[in-house]
Structures are given as structure tokens and as C-alpha cells.
């Protein structure tokens, strides 16, 4: 059995895309099953509905400063049915995936590792306890290796669980289901991880100077930093606006990426006719933010141009003549280095520099 963790949902968008194809695929060739923990779809599906609704609200936001600018304008945006597309949304996920149900033991368990600060709750004693539903859809797949045999459990959670290794506190949990501390259950830190543990290794893989001069890898990587929201993690820069004027920011300008290096060893798998493969990117990034400065005199509207880098893990499928045919991106690393082509730093009070 193949169990994900919540994180690992985000990243299959849209749902009938690249990244499930795989996981079918995988799920396949080896006689798994693919599982989902009951919390792990409820938490999943109340994102989802999240981000319908903020889009939703951002749209007829935008359409009522069309209006404002154009009243003549015509067009109203008519109420959109979440709820229909959240039940589709379930109506995937059930039918591609086994759905573990969580036991009110294992919910009072959950609790009590939280209040306890226990693993995979969050540890620290600083603020209140958290990590509830990470114990839940822990504890979940643990008990699922009991009746499933063995189970591949796909996280990149690193605080609740671990990277690449599980913290040894949580074999307990597995040495008292299964009676020995690894069993038949296997920690997989990220589905490249589960690739390899489940595929044949295939060669040649794909080299650094075909992974740069694919438009289709480029184009991932882009896309994957405007959807996952890259503007915001540029605005939430430490001391980006300091004190001063407020500033409204808009127009997101386009995003450019280069790689810059590959981090990791490219590595090709196949299973059946199919071939994937896996690498660990960092790119060099430019794009820009229109900055409106405020005050009670004047309004200064200024285009900050902003560069940084970034690692992106990505998933590959190749074509029968091993080049590249779809990329997906898996995970994301925080913004480094990030610079402005302008000096915009702590906006001092009164008029806009």
C-alpha cells in the first residue's frame, strides 16, 4: 500500500494529471494499492475550497474596478458552485485512492501527542500545541501496515516526520504494530524517493545540458512558482516594507528562470514501457512587483524588478526516444538571495523616495 500525506496531494494538480498518471502507474506494475488517511481528504478538500473562494472573491473584486473604471462595462460574475466542485474533487480522490478511516482511539491519541508535545505533533513549548492531524494521518497508516502488509508511506514533512529518515521516535510506533522497529513499513521522502524504491533503474538518464534546454522542464518550473504563490513569499521578505507609506502591491509581472546547476543526481527509472526520472534543479529567477507608495499628499507608482534562487525537486516522464515529455515539480525550497534592482528597503515617513 502507497500512503500520502497531505502535502503530497497538493502537488497533483489537476488531478488527472502527470503526477497521478505516475502514481498509477506505479501503483500498477508493483500490485499497490494508493491510500489516503480520512483526515489527510478532509484537510485537502477544505484547502481546496479555501483557495476556490479566494479566487472567486478576488475576481469580482477585479471586476468591480473594471466597472469603476468602465461603468458602461457590462458582465456580472455569476455565484460559483463550490460545493459541486468540491464534491468532484472527492469524487476523484475516492476513486484513485483507498480512504483509511481514523478511529476515535487514534483521534484521542492524536490530541494527547499534542498536548503532550510528542512527535509528530509539533515538539516545542513555545506557543500553543499543534500537530494533532499529522499524529492522525500518522497513526492511520501505521495501523494500515498491520492488515495491508507492506507500506510505503510518502511524506515531505520534515518536522513532523523527518527528511529522508523517520526521527526514531516514530519506529516505536511502527515496532509496536508490526513488533520490530522498520517491518515492512518504509518512510519515503517525497514520491522521487518512492520511484526508486519501487522502479527498475534505467539508462541513460537525462543530462544537465537536456534538462536546461527543455522549454517543457522551464515551463514547469515557472509555473510552479506562480501557482504556488512566489509574489507573496517576495512580500513577506524580511523588512521588504519596514515603516512608512503603505504600499499596495499589483501586477505581478512575468516570471524568467535559468538553471543554474542540477543539486543531486539525475536519476531514470522505468516501469513497464514507461520511463521517469527525477533531479533536484536550482534556478536562477527574475520577475517584478508594481509597488504603489502612499501617503496623504502624493501616490508613487514604482516597478521593483526582483531576482533570487531557488530549488525545485522535479519529476520527469520521457518519451520513447528519452526525451523529455512532461515535468512536474514535487517540492519547492524557500527563496535565497533575494535582491531588488532598486534600493527598496525601509521607505522613510512623508513623501515617497
Not at 494499492?33 to 478538500?45: G, P, Y
Not at 492531524?133 to 514533512?157: N, T
Not at 502612499?294 to 533570487?308: A, H, P, Q
Request: glycine fraction near 6%; charge should be negative.
Amino acid at each position: 500500500m502507497i500512503v500520502l500525506d497531505t502535502n503530497q496531494l497538493e502537488h497533483i494538480r489537476p488531478p488527472d494529471g502527470p503526477l497521478m498518471a505516475l502514481l498509477r502507474t506505479i501503483a500498477s506494475h508493483r500490485g499497490q494499492t494508493l491510500a489516503l488517511s480520512e483526515i489527510a481528504l478532509e484537510e485537502h478538500l477544505a484547502h481546496y475550497r479555501h483557495k476556490i473562494e479566494q479566487q472567486e472573491k478576488k475576481v469580482r473584486n477585479q471586476l468591480r474596478e473594471l466597472h469603476a473604471l468602465v461603468p458602461f462595462a457590462g458582465g456580472e460574475l455569476p455565484r460559483f458552485d463550490v460545493d459541486t466542485a468540491v464534491r468532484r474533487l472527492r469524487d476523484q480522490l475516492t476513486a484513485d485512492f483507498k480512504i483509511l478511516p481514523t478511529s476515535p482511539e487514534i483521534l484521542r491519541e492524536a490530541l494527547r501527542r499534542e498536548t503532550q508535545r510528542r512527535l509528530p505533533a509539533k515538539r516545542g513549548w513555545e506557543g500553543k500545541g499543534e500537530g494533532a492531524r499529522d499524529v492522525a494521518i500518522w497513526l492511520s497508516a501505521v495501523e494500515a501496515s498491520r492488515e495491508y502488509g507492506p507500506l510505503y508511506f510518502v511524506s515531505q514533512d520534515k518536522q513532523a516526520f523527518g527528511v529522508k529518515t523517520l526521527h526514531p521516535e516514530l519506529n516505536d510506533d511502527i515496532a509496536r504494530v508490526l513488533g520490530t522497529p522498520n517491518g515492512h513499513f518504509k518512510y519515503c521522502y517525497g514520491i522521487d524517493v518512492l520511484l526508486a524504491e519501487l522502479a527498475d533503474v534505467y539508462s541513460p538518464a537525462p543530462t544537465r545540458a537536456t534538462l536546461a534546454a527543455s522549454d517543457v522542464v522551464r515551463e514547469a518550473a515557472i509555473q510552479d512558482l506562480w501557482h504556488s504563490g512566489v509574489h507573496k513569499d517576495i512580500m513577506a521578505a524580511d523588512g521588504l516594507f519596514g515603516q512608512g507609506p503603505i504600499a499596495v502591491v499589483s501586477n505581478p509581472g512575468p516570471i524568467n528562470a535559468e538553471l543554474d546547476q542540477v543539486s543531486s543526481k539525475i536519476e531514470a527509472y522505468r516501469l513497464g514501457d514507461k520511463v521517469f526520472a527525477s533531479a533536484r534543479l536550482r534556478w536562477k529567477v527574475l520577475t517584478s512587483l508594481q509597488i504603489t507608495w502612499l501617503n496623504s499628499v502624493s501616490r508613487d507608482e514604482i516597478e521593483y524588478g526582483c531576482k533570487f534562487s531557488v530549488e525545485e525537486t522535479m519529476l520527469l516522464s520521457l518519451d520513447a526516444d528519452g526525451q523529455i515529455a512532461a515535468a512536474i515539480v514535487t517540492d519547492r525550497s524557500p527563496l535565497r538571495g533575494l535582491q531588488f534592482d532598486g534600493a527598496l528597503t525601509v521607505m522613510p515617513e512623508g513623501e515617497p523616495s
